[in-house]
């Protein structure tokens, strides 16, 4: 297993208490038009700020929606990962883009639409924006990020560190394996699909996995999901799991990592975890969901980043 070098990062050059001013300069729908899970492809001009050529894939840039809450008090931070490879979007390093999904909740009857994710796909082209960042010191791609393979597991918007990932590993002429699994409701919830069916047309060892959890169904009747993938497609992600310089990157919905981890153990890929405690049984199958999600912590060959 070769040494995970990770790279130095420059982190919050702008605060909240002094945010950069970008510009919008792309917003584009980058699932199917028809998704009612509608997320944009979003690009922000820095240029002239601290901020150009500074983000890593896999940090996070920071947006500061403007207005108030109903308390009267400033919106607070949100925080976006950064979807551009390290060179910048386009190869332009003044151009930093992120994938957001308009969040919105239904309860007791009334309709709420998430303040900053509504007011970012609002944006035109040329509006002005406060942003802050970099954000994130770990979720990186290693220095040597050639010497490695590389399983992705995306919900949602967590495909948004992929994006940028995929294209620097292939960019640097990665000959090693790298797989994306992606989970989603619906089919028109694929997000990049245009460039991710073209990645996998190109390179053999690019691995694209779609798990459609409310379309399909494994042979028990039971859903897809991105953990699932892990039992379903043991022809790709088994050999590559095996091998010793693999590194597992997970990015999206908060609890999606207990199941991964808990597949992982079921399929004996314990170099991707660390045991917290010692659970009851050693057969991972008889492990009850709060010894998997208490006892399953990520090792050093696990990245993480859920919420
Ligand atoms: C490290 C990190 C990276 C992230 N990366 C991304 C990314 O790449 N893309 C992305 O889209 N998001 C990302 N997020 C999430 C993002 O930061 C925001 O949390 C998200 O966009 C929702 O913010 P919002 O302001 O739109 O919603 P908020 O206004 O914060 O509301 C949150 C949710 O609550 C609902 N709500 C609002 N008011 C009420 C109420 N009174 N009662 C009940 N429900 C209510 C809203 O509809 C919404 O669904 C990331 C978060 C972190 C921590």
Not at 59 to 77: M, N, R
Not at 170 to 186: D, M, S
Not at 263 to 280: D, F, I, S, T, V
Request: with cysteine; glycine share 8%.
């Amino acid at each position: 297993m070769p040494e995970i070098i990770l790279p130095e990062v420059e982190m919050n050059i702008y605060s909240p208490k002094s945010p950069a001013e970008a510009t919008l300069v792309e917003n584009y729908v980058c699932t199917a038009e028809s998704s009612p899970n509608i997320i944009r492809h979003l690009t922000f001009d820095v240029s002239g700020t601290g901020l150009e050529g500074k983000f890593k894939v896999g940090q996070s840039i920071g947006v500061l929606p403007p207005g108030a809450d109903e308390k009267g008090k400033a919106h607070k931070l949100r925080l976006y990962s950064v979807s551009s490879p390290e060179k910048g979007e386009g190869g332009k390093k003044h151009l930093v883009s992120t994938t957001v999904k308009r969040a919105n909740e239904e309860v007791d009857g009334t309709f709420y639409l998430g303040v900053c994710s509504n007011y970012l796909c609002n944006l035109k082209l040329g509006d002005k924006l406060k942003v802050t960042g970099p954000s994130g010191r770990r979720y990186l791609l290693p220095v040597n990020k050639e010497e490695f393979n590389y399983v992705f597991f995306a919900t949602g918007t967590g495909i948004a560190p992929f994006r940028g990932m995929i294209m620097e590993l292939f960019e640097a002429g990665i000959t090693n394996e790298v797989a994306l699994v992606f989970g989603c409701p619906y089919r028109t919830d694929l997000i990049y699909p245009k460039f991710l069916n073209e990645m996998e047309e190109k390179h053999e060892n690019f691995h694209y996995i779609k798990m459609i959890s409310r379309e399909d169904r494994r042979d028990d009747g039971s859903k897809y999901y991105v953990q699932t993938a892990i039992e379903d497609r043991p022809d790709i992600l088994d050999p590559i799991l095996s091998k010793e310089n693999t590194l597992i990157y997970i990015c999206g919905m908060k609890g999606m990592e207990s199941g991964i981890y808990h597949n992982l153990a079921k399929r004996g890929h314990m170099g991707y975890l660390r045991l917290k405690g010692q659970p009851e049984s050693d057969d991972p199958n008889q492990w009850s969901w709060e010894e998997v999600k208490k006892m399953l912590k990520p090792s050093e060959r696990t990245f993480e980043e859920v919420y």
